[in-house]
């Protein structure tokens, strides 16, 4: 206990020297040789990998594959872009596991139990939840971006430096339509997570109806696949440090620390309004629905920080999954409220759609009326639900309530520069929801424990 408590010191302190190295190498307050900020930086890093050493643990050594990928990006940037190689090797791996996964766990949870009704009512739970805690998201955002108004004032970049992006614009039998596989094939190709939720669910409907003889090999396969999968995750996440490490390496290689100097206002008004909604919105429901707070956050620690480096909610999700069963929250449960909150419970990306879109206007001059501004958020909760899968998704979102609002794209470009910035914090903000979602209605159905088991998650470093 004391060397774990004096190896955590060591670390603090060494977390402190490092913010005061890098303040002092940005400002002009002190000269300091550009080599000795360098070393000291390293020998920083150094302590930190110590500290891993010692404790052994998943979360611990991807926090410090963040710190070295940071730090090799912004050293050696022309080797940092390379380090995106590693993390699109993680992204698939973990994509292989998403299908089978969630299809196993939910007709295990369906067919298993032959509880049909438990189903429509846990669904109808769920939906009701999800609804709720979005349009809070969404005008939580709306408030914070007329609060700051980080987009007055702001230069539109040349035409020039536009990305190409697809506008897609869906109208409401197009959403609806997206709910519903035409080819399951097809939608484990284009990562459809919510058309393998609705055939899942289908298939276990219809397993669970079947007679005992009949259902019973089809339970046997689809419970020894889940319990595969998880196994499977655990291999996977071996890498999980390479990757996330990785991935920061080229987000600060490719972009460099000089664009937040540019765009600090509107990051930290989206920084500011998701910790608002952390503290405000999901706190207060983590409390009224007596989640252990300390051991809901050890449990999620894991997939939020995959998510942060990653800006994949996929990369987390299997993760995620295994942290709220040992939490202790039913696997019936987690298998079908986490894989549908993915495309109807995206709290961070609710918030930032509803900012982004009021920046849009902010930047080109545009007054929208308070009244406008709702009906833009009404919009919005309808059309962000009908993207999932779509590359960068929440700016083609973006770009389709921007035309249906007759605001102007070109403002668009500017927040693409630092999207994955900002996509860092909204991903973390969309796990760390659904995590919680998946507690609350658990204990909504009286499910979750009492006192759930405060025993250290499992070292996969070790085992």
Not at 65 to 86: C, K, N, Q, T
Not at 293 to 320: D, N
Request: aromatic residues 10%.
């Amino acid at each position: 206990m004391l060397q774990t408590l004096f190896s955590g010191s060591v670390a603090a302190v060494a977390l402190c020297l490092g913010l005061v190295f890098s303040f002092l190498q940005f400002s002009s307050i002190v000269s300091v040789s550009p080599m000795v900020i360098f070393l000291a930086r390293w020998l920083i890093l150094g302590i930190f990998v110590g500290f891993g050493i010692r404790r052994g643990s998943l979360t611990v050594w991807i926090l410090i594959s963040m710190i070295a990928g940071a730090e090799i990006g912004y050293d050696w940037p022309a080797i940092g872009v390379h380090g995106r190689l590693f993390s699109m090797i993680f992204l698939r791996l973990i994509k292989t596991i998403i299908a089978p996964l969630i299809f196993s766990t939910l007709v295990v949870g369906i067919a298993g139990h032959s509880d049909l009704k438990q189903v429509g009512r846990m669904g109808f739970k769920a939906l009701v939840y999800f609804e709720v805690v979005t349009t809070l998201a969404l005008f939580l955002g709306l408030a914070a971006i007329n609060f700051s108004r980080a987009g007055v004032g702001v230069t539109l970049p040349p035409a020039a430096s536009h990305e190409e992006l697809k506008v897609v614009k869906q109208d409401m039998q197009e959403i609806i339509l997206h709910v519903f596989p035409e080819n399951l094939a097809k939608s484990v190709f284009e990562g459809q997570i919510l058309q393998i939720v609705v055939f899942s669910v289908i298939f276990g409907m219809a397993l669970a109806m079947l007679s005992e003889a009949r259902r019973r090999p089809m339970l046997d396969f689809c419970r020894s696949l889940s319990e595969v999968m998880f196994k499977f995750t655990t291999l996977v996440m071996f890498a999980a440090p390479l990757g996330v490490g990785g991935a920061i390496a080229f987000t600060v290689g490719h972009m460099g620390l000089g664009i937040l100097i540019n765009l600090f206002k509107l990051l930290a008004t989206l920084y500011a309004a998701l910790a608002a909604f952390l503290l405000f919105v999901l706190l207060p429901i983590a409390l009224f629905a007596r989640i252990p707070i300390m051991l809901f956050a050890k449990k999620i620690a894991e997939a939020v920080s995959i998510a942060f480096a990653t800006t994949s909610s996929e990369a987390a999700l299997p993760r995620a999954m295994e942290g709220m069963e040992e939490l202790g929250v039913p696997r019936h449960i987690v298998a079908f409220v986490m894989p549908t909150g993915y495309s109807f419970n995206l709290d961070g990306t609710s918030l930032y759609l509803s900012l982004a879109s009021v920046f849009v206007a902010q930047v080109a001059g545009i007054n929208m009326s308070l009244q406008e501004q709702i009906v833009m958020v009404f919009t919005l909760m309808l059309t962000s639900k009908g993207v999932a899968g779509v590359p960068r998704a929440s700016l083609v979102v973006l770009l389709g309530t921007a035309a249906s609002f007759n605001l102007p794209t070109e403002p668009i470009f500017i927040i693409l520069g630092i999207d994955e910035l900002m996509d860092m914090a909204r991903t973390s903000v969309n796990v760390i929801g659904n995590c919680l979602a998946t507690a609350v209605i658990a204990r909504w159905e009286g499910e979750f424990p009492e006192h759930p088991a405060k025993a250290p998650a499992p070292n996969v470093f070790l085992e």
